[in-house]
C-alpha cells in the first residue's frame, strides 16, 4: 500500500469513527456531553475486537496491509453499507468482498414511486438475480401476467425462454431481443453471484431444457441494457411503442424499469 493509499484509509476510517454513534453505557448520565461527535478510538477498537494501539497506527496510516479479517470487523463495526464497504477494502489495496444476495424487499419510497406513477407510466422492480418484486398496474395492464409457475416463475431469463406467447406480445423480433438481453443479464447476474444456488440452479435448468438459452450464452455477451425501445401489441390498444430506461439502486441490487410511450 503506497503512503497516500494508507493516508486515505486513515481518514476515511477517522471519518465513519467520527459518525458512528457511541455505544449506550449504563450508568453514564443523560446530560454528559462529549468534547468531539462519534466514537472513541478505544470504543470503536472494542467494538472490532482490536487493539486501541493497532487501530491508532492505522488511522495514522502506519499500518500495512490490514487483513481482510481486520477491515470486515471494521466494515462491521462501523456499520458500513456493502458500496461504503468495498471501498474500505479498496483503500486497503485489497479486493472487494464477494457480493451478497441482493435483498428481496423493495424500499418503502420505491413502492410510493410505483403507486404514484400508476396513471402515468408503466413500472417494474426486479432484483440483481432477475426476479420481479414488484410492478404497478400501468405495468400489469402493458404486459398482462408477469409471474408464471414454478420457482423460477418470477425470472426475467426463465421466463424469455419458456414463457408462451411472447411472440405475440413482443412480436417475433421483441421475444428475440429479450431472450438476448435476459441472457447477458443473466451472465453478468452469474459474475455477481458466482456460488448463488438459486441462479447455479437456473442457469442448469435453463442450459438442459432451453437450445435457444444455449444458442444467446455461446455469444458471450454480458452486461446491461439501460435504454431500450419495446414494441408490444396490447390486445385492446393494438401496437404500442415504449422507450425503456433502467435505473439502479446500488445499496440493495434493485432495477427500476420505467416505460415511457415513444416519441418518433
Known amino acids: 500500500m503506497r503512503g497516500d493509499e494508507r493516508s486515505d484509509l486513515g481518514e476515511?476510517?477517522?471519518?465513519?469513527r467520527s459518525r458512528t454513534a457511541p455505544p449506550d453505557r449504563p450508568g453514564a448520565s443523560p446530560l454528559s456531553r462529549r468534547r468531539v461527535p462519534g466514537l472513541r478510538r478505544q470504543e470503536l477498537a472494542d467494538m472490532a475486537g482490536l487493539s486501541v494501539e493497532y487501530y491508532t497506527r492505522l488511522e495514522q496510516g502506519r499500518a500495512v496491509h490490514p487483513s481482510r479479517e481486520i477491515l470486515t470487523a471494521l466494515a462491521r463495526a462501523f456499520r458500513l453499507s456493502s458500496?461504503?464497504?468495498d471501498h474500505l477494502f479498496r483503500l486497503a489495496g485489497e479486493r472487494t468482498p464477494p457480493s451478497r444476495a441482493p435483498t428481496t424487499k423493495i424500499r418503502s419510497g420505491?413502492?410510493?414511486?410505483l403507486d404514484g406513477l400508476n396513471n402515468v407510466m408503466?413500472?417494474?422492480v426486479h432484483d440483481g438475480r432477475l426476479d420481479i418484486l414488484a410492478f404497478n398496474t400501468a405495468a400489469a395492464d402493458l404486459f398482462g401476467p408477469l409471474f408464471g409457475d414454478g420457482r423460477f416463475g418470477r425470472n426475467i431469463a426463465h421466463q424469455a425462454f419458456t414463457a408462451t406467447g411472447l411472440d405475440k406480445v413482443l412480436g417475433t423480433k421483441g421475444a428475440e431481443q429479450l431472450a438476448r438481453v435476459a441472457t447477458a443479464e443473466l451472465r453478468k447476474a452469474l459474475s455477481h453471484y458466482p456460488e448463488d444456488p438459486y441462479l447455479r440452479?437456473?442457469?442448469?435448468?435453463?442450459?438442459?431444457?432451453?437450445?435457444?438459452?444455449?444458442?444467446?450464452?455461446q455469444k458471450g455477451e454480458i452486461g446491461t441494457w439501460s435504454s431500450v425501445m419495446k414494441h408490444v401489441n396490447h390486445p385492446t390498444k393494438g401496437?404500442?411503442?415504449?422507450?425503456?430506461?433502467?435505473?439502479?439502486?446500488?445499496e440493495n441490487d434493485h432495477w427500476v424499469l420505467l416505460f415511457t410511450p415513444h416519441q418518433p
Do not use: G
Not at 110 to 113: E, G, K, P, S, V
Not at 239 to 250: G, K, T, V
Open 12 to 16: 476515511y476510517l477517522r471519518h465513519h
Open 122 to 124: 408503466p413500472v417494474t
Open 239 to 250: 401496437p404500442l411503442i415504449y422507450d425503456s430506461e433502467m435505473l439502479h439502486d446500488p
Open 83 to 85: 458500496p461504503e464497504r
Open 201 to 217: 440452479s437456473l442457469f442448469r435448468e435453463l442450459t438442459t431444457k432451453c437450445p435457444e438459452f444455449d444458442r444467446h450464452w
Open 110 to 113: 420505491l413502492r410510493q414511486l
